[in-house]
């Protein structure tokens, strides 16, 4: 027997819900695997559905919808028209990054007198802070544009207004219940914005404010926007899907010369760019400024027009990135060899360790103290609070990164008197406080986190879109997927379940026989799989047995020939698993009507239930999904065999579909 390593969690699907996608299949010409896929994403008729496909920059919305665009409008062009000095603020991540050089572009493009400021993560830390302000004051700064930042700068704001600065805010994040009295707050979060769309990133935001002064889409920095809302892990639905479609197009094609030279720096291929190559290939060398150096090093590649210039920003940004490597590596064995003592302690006690992970040490980089958290959470599956503390003033700044069901922003809401600082998402969050109050945040969390989860939150969760056949895996239906991207968070690449499987062949393959490759169905339409570090399974299956399979279809092309392959994400073999009827006892019984040719209902089921063998529920089932099919006739007391019926699968009665996904879904309830 193979165990799940996670709890699958199959999306429910309906009879209304297989109308639906037979309904798109044909108005859109998309394959049904596709079409279902659409309907279970939320996209249930044909214009919703052709937008999300399809849809292009006619479906932005309206920049004036957010409330405090006007405003925001109105002061920036009164600098403008008295070439008063003004200042972008930005943050020091990839999002903060792409907000100021977007601004940057702009406010060079309208010809503005401006700089920009972004603050050092370690000497200054989040957001406003007072002495940045004085600087601007002492610099003769009129305005100051925030972007990815200022929401919370209650206390700031009020100080740069006394020496005499004003204020524009734009920002993404959570809006705390007392906003800030700046000359405009731009923020779809906050109370009383009627913007339809409240999930771009900060770039997104500024991105919204360059429309507004341009009085159109500015699509010429779209791979900007595309790298800040991908690299903060915004959902890639309604603008923000466009927005990143579109600069992944100009990434691969048109970019910018800063692009370029990340590109040849980082050995990442710009033709046929997706979202996961940003995530994983560009977004990491921008952040890597801003933890380890300082983030205007990112934002000069961005900027520049020189390749020169550019190719020499990368180099120097590709190895801040490798470095920054090192550096994780070094702070997660430290920090796990601090969870284990906790948990060898807690055992010594006879007690549970602590709900929520809350690790800190001195000399530990806070420029990549969040990527520590996610590969703490990754290990342990908890909430993980990360920390690095100042030896000399005690004073601790932290990352942390939340499993689903913990509201991170909540639960720091909730412990607001034990920290200086904190802000944040529901999954990631910062805060600063003094260590003398560690243990307290500590025990507070860990409260909160017993009363808020059961015991499902703290088993990891594999999403399952669909339960699909091996019949469906095909090229075509496999190059129609790709009209879903990109993908990423909010629309991640579709993961299937194949559900009881016949495997027809498994062998080892790679370095000391590390992966596992499955060949599943048979025939013609046999699937490849592929798992990664799975091959220690191999000896537990055997050929012919029945498995399931979860995992995302690609194609594999070798030696110029392309097939089907599934990547396997888990695997669960149990042989003495309860089964679905067959499609042979499905004929068995078939033939026992047709035989019969016309006989009252009244007592065949249970006839037939003794003939077959099968239960009553079962032959129900099979009767209901033969007279969809038009092979018997049920009416006025009588059953009717169909003398010549129209040869027709099973798969194409929409009960016999639900009645097997509804199966599938009882036997991986875990």
């Not at 806070?366 to 909430?383: D, T």
């Not at 399952?464 to 990423?488: K, M």
Request: include cysteine; charge should be negative.
């Amino acid at each position: 027997m193979i165990q799940r390593k996670t709890r699958w969690a199959v999306a429910p699907w309906s009879l209304t819900d297989e109308d639906k996608a037979k309904s798109l299949a044909s108005s859109l010409s998309v394959p049904p695997l596709v079409a279902r896929l659409l309907v279970q994403r939320g996209y249930e008729d044909a214009e919703a559905a052709e937008r999300f496909l399809r849809g292009g920059m006619e479906h932005f919305h309206d920049p004036y919808l957010l409330l405090g665009m006007k405003a925001a409008v109105e002061r920036i062009k009164r600098a403008a028209d008295s070439n008063e000095k003004i200042r972008i603020y930005g943050d020091y991540d990839a999002d903060g990054v792409s907000s100021t050089s977007l601004l940057v572009h702009l406010f060079r493009t309208l010809q503005y007198n401006f700089d920009y400021y972004i603050p050092h993560r370690a000497l200054e830390g989040y957001g406003l802070n007072k002495k940045a302000i004085e600087l601007a004051a002492e610099e003769g700064i009129g305005l100051i544009v925030t972007v990815d930042t200022g929401i919370s700068a209650v206390q700031e704001i009020e100080y740069a207004k006394q020496l005499g600065i004003d204020v524009v805010v734009t920002d993404h994040h959570e809006p705390p219940d007392q906003i800030p009295q700046a000359s405009a707050v731009v923020n779809p979060k906050q109370e009383g914005c009627e913007y339809p769309f409240k999930g771009l990133a900060g770039v997104g935001v500024a991105f919204k404010l360059a429309h507004a002064l341009l009085e159109r889409p500015p699509l010429e920095w779209a791979d900007i926007v595309c790298l800040g809302t991908i690299a903060d892990l915004m959902p890639l639905k309604d603008e923000n899907r466009i927005l990143v479609r579109y600069g992944l197009e100009r990434l691969s094609s048109h970019t910018s010369v800063g692009f370029r030279a990340l590109a040849e720096a980082g050995g990442i291929e710009l033709e046929g760019l997706t979202a996961t190559s940003v995530a994983f290939g560009m977004a990491p060398r921008i952040n890597a400024a801003g933890r380890l150096d300082h983030a205007k090093r990112a934002v000069e590649l961005l900027t520049t027009e020189d390749y020169d210039n550019a190719i020499l920003a990368a180099i120097g940004l590709d190895s801040l990135n490798k470095e920054r490597q090192r550096v994780v590596e070094s702070i997660v064995r430290e920090a796990e060899q601090q969870w284990q003592t906790k948990v060898a302690e807690a055992e010594a006690a006879g007690t549970n360790s602590p709900p929520v992970i809350v690790l800190a040490g001195e000399g530990w980089n806070v420029g990549v103290i969040g990527i520590v958290a996610s590969k703490l959470l990754e290990r342990n599956y908890k909430p993980v609070i990360i920390l690095g503390i100042d030896e000399q003033t005690g004073m601790c700044k932290g990352s942390a990164r939340s499993i689903e069901g913990f509201d991170l922003h909540a639960a720091l809401t909730a412990c607001d008197e034990l920290l200086d600082h904190y802000g944040g998402h529901q999954a990631a969050a910062g805060m600063s406080l003094h260590r003398d109050r560690l243990l307290a945040l500590e025990e507070r969390l860990g409260a909160l986190a017993s009363e808020w989860l059961s015991a499902d939150d703290w088993i990891p969760k594999t999403s399952v879109d669909l339960v699909c056949s091996v019949n469906e895996a095909t090229l075509e239906t496999i190059t129609e997927l790709s009209q879903l991207e990109p993908f990423g968070m909010g629309n991640p690449s579709p993961r299937l379940l194949f559900h009881r499987t016949e495997l027809a062949e498994r062998r080892t393959i790679g370095k000391e026989s590390k992966h596992l490759k499955l060949s599943l169905g048979s025939g013609r339409r046999a699937l490849d799989g592929i798992g990664f570090s799975m091959g220690m399974l191999a000896d537990q299956l055997k050929p012919g047995c029945k498995i399931d399979v979860i995992g995302e279809l690609s194609v594999n092309v070798w030696n110029g020939q392309r097939k089907p392959q599934l990547q396997l994400h888990d695997v669960h073999y149990d042989p003495a698993a309860a089964d679905f009827p067959e499609r042979e006892h499905f004929g068995k019984v078939y033939q026992q009507l047709k035989q019969l040719g016309q006989a009252p209902l009244e007592g065949l089921n249970a006839r037939l239930s003794e003939q077959s063998g099968l239960s009553l529920e079962t032959v129900e089932l099979m009767l209901g999904v033969f007279e969809e099919l038009q092979f018997i006739d049920l009416r006025n007391g009588q059953m009717i065999a169909a003398a010549s019926p129209q040869k027709r699968d099973l798969s194409a009665s929409a009960r016999y579909r639900s009645a097997k996904q509804q199966f599938e879904a009882s036997q991986l309830s875990v």
